[in-house]
Nanobody, 112 residues
Framework: QVQLVESGGGLVQAGGSLRLSCAAS????????VGWYRQAPGKQRELVAV???????VYADSVKGRFTISRDNAGNTVYLQMNSLKPEDTAVYYC??????WGQGTQVTVSS
């Protein structure tokens, strides 16, 4: 099973940026899809962004135009560039892949 490890979370002011990284134990090019979910306190986990093996991307409406998902050429890391952050983006962000693996999560806190 693929192991996923997130990094890059932290505290940032509204309007700021963060970049999350998800390091996979193997090549993500062999996986159908890799993405990011988030879960805010008291809310259900929700999809943020997904990138497929072919490079197609899908975003939640709430992050379109602000977040960008990408992967490195070596094929082991997926990134989530988050710009123009809002307090409502505060959540634990989880990396996920279509082999039903999850990372441990990384906290993102956006202060107003």
């Amino acid at each position: 099973q693929v192991q996923l490890v997130e990094s890059g979370g932290g505290l940032v002011q509204a309007g700021g940026s963060l970049r999350l990284s998800c390091a996979a134990s193997g090549s993500i090019f062999s996986i159908n899809a890799v993405g990011w979910y988030r879960q805010a306190p008291g809310k259900q986990r929700e999809l943020v962004a997904v990138i497929t093996r072919g490079g197609s991307t899908v975003y939640a409406d709430s992050v379109k135009g602000r977040f960008t998902i990408s992967r490195d050429n070596a094929g082991n890391t997926v990134y989530l560039q988050m710009n123009s952050l809002k307090p409502e983006d505060t959540a634990v962000y989880y990396c996920w892949c279509s082999e039903d693996s999850w990372g441990q999560g990384t906290q993102v806190t956006v202060s107003s």
